[in-house]
């Protein structure tokens, strides 16, 4: 039973990730008195699972990879040794002191209420809150914003729950590398963590229904395969997993591929096979607010739900779950709201980086979306062993790619797979942003020698 004299707030934000974080501070900034509600630490996924942590073990394992390499630029150096638990504890360091500045940011406003608990409606514009340390506080407000994000989707194998597998961030609080690390998956996750371990020492093997980073044009998808085979990683594809089981302190994982049953053993196994939406503990059907068939809560685009007052942002409204988008839709919804503003998700430039090493880069249409939508469109493409700074970096997989409108010479999308590939289709992005045709960047003078230099070469192979 809902109490009859809730508190009354300004504004409820229900979770601390790139989106609510922010807005809370912006909301508190303007006046409002808020209720910000935090079930686990500061920062939400990007902080303290995500982001963070893993690019920061990302960096250790290429620092190994490098050290191994040292010969190939005339450097000696002696055995390479990993030791997992210092770059465990270099992890837990930044998250650890990022998780609270960002406390920090949040308590410095007094008109802002931090709550730790689990929040869920019991009824339109009201929450009630399990508080982490006993109790309950229920709240009620006008102006409700959640920001829950997704968590790691558990697929439906025979035997799995009976196995100690490892998720996404389990898999970083090991302290010894593993044996062998079978990862089911062969999306952005499983790859990131398969190069790092295989790095750090592991035998690794990476098994996928279909083959790996299928959101990627084919040949994108080819020369990572080739990138991560070269470095000793066993892809196994078409494979659906149709068993797992426990043998001998280690994991046994059983599949179909190519119409044949496989066995695969190893030490670890590693689930990495997409997320859902942490939308179900909120009892949202109370509040009356809708979600689709993945359990994300539908909003329009200005991040508003169904139900007037209530906004959501970030990965549980089921948008490319990256940091960037999740912050965007806090701006959006900080202009609408404390400035009258009409700001939108469309028209925005998606774009993201895949953290292995080489870096994929990726802004706007790929090739096969260009298809798909019947544009009539050229494609530009360019191997890193042509880019002057990768030579001379000797870093040259991987290759340049980008795709254009025929007609209007708009630049359509582009995939940088390279050395710096993130850094590098941040240029197409801006350019991208301005409007600018492809011809721009082929005539422009950009400093030599760098990396993005290249976009000159890139876009001379459309003449």
């Known amino acids: 039973m809902t109490p009859t004299n809730p508190e009354r707030m300004d504004a409820i934000i229900i979770g601390t990730g790139q989106g609510g974080k922010p807005l809370a501070g912006a909301l508190a900034e303007a006046g409002w008195n808020c209720a910000v509600i935090e ?11 995500g982001c963070t942590p893993t690019k920061t073990m990302v960096a250790s394992a290429r620092i190994a990879h490098l050290a191994r390499r040292a010969s190939d630029y005339g450097i000696g150096t002696g055995e390479v040794t990993v030791d997992l638990s210092t770059v465990r504890k270099r992890k837990r360091d930044i998250v650890d002191a990022w998780s609270a500045g960002s406390r920090k940011g949040l308590e410095r406003h007094p008109t802002l209420d931090l709550i730790l608990g689990t929040a869920r409606f ?21 102006h409700i914003f959640i920001n829950v994000g997704a968590r790691n989707r558990i697929p439906d194998i025979a035997g799995l729950e009976a196995v100690d597998f490892l998720d996404s961030t389990s898999i970083m609080e090991l302290d010894s590398v593993p044996g062998h690390l079978i990862v089911l998956g062969g999306g952005f996750i499983g790859l990131e963590f398969g190069q790092m371990f295989r790095r750090f020492g592991a035998e690794v093997t990476v098994v996928d229904h279909s083959g790996i980073a299928g959101r990627e044009d084919s040949d994108i998808s080819e020369a990572i395969e080739k990138i991560l085979r070269g470095e000793g990683i066993e892809i196994v594809y078409p494979a659906v997993p149709h068993t797992v089981a426990s043998i001998n302190g280690g994991v046994e994982v059983t599949v179909e ?8 053993r190893g030490s670890h196994l590693l689930v990495a096979v997409g997320i859902v939406p942490n939308s179900d503990t909120l009892n949202l059907s109370s509040a009356g607010i809708a979600v689709g068939e993945r359990g994300e809560i539908l909003v329009d685009d200005r991040c508003q739900t169904n139900v007037p007052g209530v906004w959501a942002l970030g990965d549980v409204t089921g948008a490319p779950p990256f940091t960037h ?3 965007d839709d806090y701006r959006i919804i900080a ?12 028209g925005r430039i998606l774009s993201y980086a895949v953290f292995i090493d080489p870096q994929l880069g990726r802004v706007g249409l790929s090739e096969r979306d260009a298809e798909a939508a019947g544009l009539n469109y050229r494609v530009a493409k360019l191997p890193m062993s042509r880019v002057a700074r990768a030579i001379e970096m000797d870093e040259t997989r991987g290759f340049m790619k980008a795709v254009v409108d025929a007609d209007t010479d708009e630049i359509l999308g582009a995939a940088i797979l390279g050395i710096e590939g993130g850094e590098v289709v941040t240029v197409l992005q801006v350019a991208m942003m301005g409007g600018l045709p492809w011809t721009a960047l082929r005539d422009a003078m950009i400093a030599h020698p ?5 976009l000159n070469n890139l ?4 003449k």
Request: glycine share 14%.
């Open 122 to 142: 019991t009824a339109p514009g009201t929450v009630e809150v399990d508080l982490n340390d006993g109790g309950v506080r229920t709240l009620t407000s006008d």
């Open 257 to 264: 591929s190519g119409g044949q049953e496989r066995v695969l």
């Open 325 to 327: 988008t999740a912050y």
């Open 39 to 49: 079930r686990d630490r500061i920062g939400g996924t990007c902080v303290i699972r």
């Open 450 to 454: 760098t990396l993005s230099e290249s």
């Open 335 to 346: 202009n609408n709201v404390l400035e009258g503003g009409d700001a939108s998700r469309n």
């Open 459 to 462: 876009f001379m192979t459309l």
